[in-house]
C-alpha cells in the first residue's frame, strides 16, 4: 500500500515538473516574441521636409520625376500610402511630431505669427513678443533616445523650429539656421560628420526647408519641368491659360517641384556620405504640404484638405527585414516617436496619443482608429476641425459649414458628401469634440524673443508676415 503511493506521489511531481517546464517554455517563447525592438547600436535619422507634399513624389502617383534618389529608395522601404499631420503648419505639427501629442494637448500653436502686428519704431532696434514653448510635462523625442544612450543631434533650417520654442530640448547639439538650402545644412552636417560618427549610436534629426515658398527656380530641373508641363516663360498668356481657378503662377508649381528635386540630390549625396544604408534605421516625413488653387487658396496654414494634410512617410532599415512594402492604413505624425521609442527599447508612455508602427511594418493589420487634425485662429474667429476614420473624412469649419468626403474614390475631396450622409458627419464631428474636450491637456510654456528689424524682413520673404 505505502508502494503505490510512493508510486503515485512520484508521478505526481513528474506531472508537475513536466508542466512547470512548459510553462517556462511557453512564458520565454512568449517574452520573446513580444519583447520590444531594442537595437542598442543602431543609428536613427529622422528628416523632416518642410512643405513637402505627398502627391508631388514619384513614389505617391506625381507624373514628374522630383526625386529618383527618394523614389529608389522607397522601392526598398516600408512606404505609408495614407499618412497625415495634425495642422497645416510647421511649429504645432513639428510639436506633434516630438511630443505624440495633439495640438490641442501639447497646445504650442503659434510661432512667428505673434508678430504679424508688431512694428519695430525708428528708435528702436528691436521688439520682444512671447512665443509658445514646448513643456515640461513630457519627455520630447530627443529626451527619450537620448535616455536610451543615443547622442543626440538635430539642425533646424526653419526659423520656427528653433531653441526658444523649446524644439532643441534633449538634443546635445543643435543647429539653428534660417532658410540657409540645402546646400549648406548639407555642409554644417558633413562638417560634423566625424563627431557624429565616432559619438556612437546617434540620433540625428534635419529640418530641411527647401520647398517652401518663395520657391527658388533650381537648374536644370526647372527647365526640364517646364518643358514638360508646355510652359514658356515669355507667353504672357500662360498664367491666365494653366490658373481656372484664381490668379496662381503656373511656374511657381514647377519651381516647387525643383526644389524638390534640387533637395532630393542633396539627400542622397548625405546618405551616401554617412552610409545611411548601413546598421540606420532611416525615416523620412514632412510636417505639412502645399496647396496650388486646388480648394481656391494656395500656400498653407489656411485648410485642412488633403493637399496640406497628406504628407510622405517612409522608413528604411536594410538590415532590420523592411523591405519595400506599401501601407494602406491610416498613420499619423504623431506615430512617429511611440515607433523610435519602442525601436529603442524605451517603451510606450501613456502620454502617447500615436502608435507603434513597427508591428505594422511587420505585417499586423491595426484596429482603424480616429485621426484628427485642427486650426485655430483666434483672433480671425477661424476655427476648423477634422476627424479621419477608415476611408471617411470630415472637415469642420466654424462659420462656414461642414464637408464629408470618401477618400476611398474621392482623394482630392472634390464632393461633399455632408447632405447624403448627415449622421455620419455628425458622428465624426462628436468623435473630435469628445477627444479634444476629454484629452490629457498639458500647461503651454512661453519664451521671450527678440525680433529685429532684419529678422522681421526676412519673416515676411517667407511669408510668415
Given amino acids: 500500500m505505502l508502494k503505490k503511493i510512493s508510486c503515485k506521489l512520484f508521478l505526481a511531481r513528474l506531472i508537475f515538473i513536466f508542466c512547470l517546464a512548459l510553462f517556462s517554455i511557453a ?58 499631420t495634425v495642422w497645416s503648419a510647421t511649429t504645432p505639427s513639428v510639436a506633434s511630431l516630438f511630443t505624440s501629442l495633439y495640438p490641442f494637448q501639447h497646445g504650442v500653436f503659434r510661432g512667428f ?24 510635462s513630457y519627455k520630447t523625442l530627443a529626451e527619450v533616445l537620448k535616455e536610451q544612450g543615443y547622442k543626440t543631434y538635430g539642425i533646424s533650417d526653419n526659423v520656427n523650429v528653433n531653441k526658444e520654442m523649446g524644439f532643441a530640448r534633449g538634443f546635445d547639439e543643435f543647429v539653428f539656421r534660417s532658410y540657409d538650402s540645402a546646400s549648406t545644412i548639407s555642409e554644417i552636417l ?24 518663395p520657391y527658388y527656380k533650381r537648374m536644370p530641373w526647372f527647365s526640364e519641368f517646364a518643358r514638360k ?7 504672357s498668356n500662360q498664367v491666365a491659360k494653366y490658373s481656372p481657378g484664381g490668379p496662381w503662377d503656373p511656374f511657381k508649381a514647377v519651381a516647387y517641384d525643383s526644389e524638390i528635386r534640387y533637395l532630393d540630390e542633396w539627400i542622397g ?13 532611416f525615416i523620412l516625413i514632412a510636417d505639412h504640404g502645399e496647396e496650388f488653387w486646388e480648394h481656391g487658396r494656395t500656400d498653407h496654414n489656411k485648410t485642412l484638405y488633403n493637399e496640406v494634410l497628406h504628407i510622405p512617410m517612409m522608413v528604411y532599415y536594410s538590415e532590420g527585414g523592411i523591405s519595400g512594402k506599401r501601407i494602406s492604413q491610416n498613420v499619423s505624425i504623431i506615430d512617429i516617436l511611440p515607433t523610435l521609442a519602442n525601436f529603442s527599447g524605451s517603451g ?6 500615436g502608435i507603434d508602427l513597427l508591428p505594422m511594418i511587420k505585417g499586423k493589420t491595426e484596429k482603424a482608429r480616429k485621426l484628427f487634425a485642427v486650426l485655430n485662429f483666434k483672433p480671425k474667429n477661424r476655427y476648423l476641425k477634422s476627424t479621419i476614420y477608415k476611408e471617411w473624412k470630415y472637415i469642420s469649419t466654424w462659420g462656414e459649414g461642414e464637408e464629408l468626403f ?13 447632405g447624403k450622409y448627415p449622421q455620419r458627419a455628425a458622428q465624426m464631428l462628436e468623435w473630435y469634440d469628445d477627444n479634444e474636450k476629454n484629452c490629457e491637456k498639458y500647461l503651454t510654456e512661453s519664451s521671450e524673443y527678440e525680433m529685429t528689424k532684419s529678422k522681421m524682413e526676412h519673416l515676411k520673404s517667407l511669408g510668415y508676415l
Avoid at 118 to 128: G, P, Q, R, W
Avoid at 229 to 235: G, H, I, K, P
Fill in 27 to 84: 512564458s520565454a517563447l512568449y517574452l520573446m516574441k513580444n519583447r520590444r525592438a531594442v537595437s542598442p547600436g543602431v543609428n536613427i535619422v529622422l528628416i523632416c521636409i518642410d512643405t513637402l507634399r505627398a502627391d508631388h513624389l514619384p513614389f505617391y502617383g506625381y507624373d514628374l520625376n522630383t526625386a529618383p534618389f527618394l523614389t529608389e529608395l522607397a522601392s526598398k522601404s516600408a512606404v505609408f500610402d495614407k499618412a497625415y
Fill in 113 to 136: 505669427s505673434f508678430f504679424k502686428r508688431a512694428e519695430i519704431k525708428a528708435d528702436e532696434k528691436s521688439v520682444t513678443r512671447q512665443v509658445d514653448a514646448l513643456s515640461g
Fill in 406 to 418: 470618401n477618400l476611398e474614390t474621392d482623394f482630392g475631396e472634390k464632393e461633399n458628401l455632408t
Fill in 190 to 213: 558633413i562638417d560634423l560628420k566625424k563627431e557624429i560618427v565616432q559619438a556612437g549610436k546617434y540620433f540625428l534629426y534635419i529640418h530641411f526647408m527647401d520647398p517652401h515658398a
Fill in 348 to 353: 510606450k508612455d501613456k502620454k502617447y496619443e
Fill in 269 to 281: 549625396n548625405l546618405f551616401e556620405t554617412f552610409q545611411w544604408d548601413h546598421n540606420t534605421l
Fill in 229 to 235: 508641363r508646355e510652359l514658356d516663360e515669355n507667353d
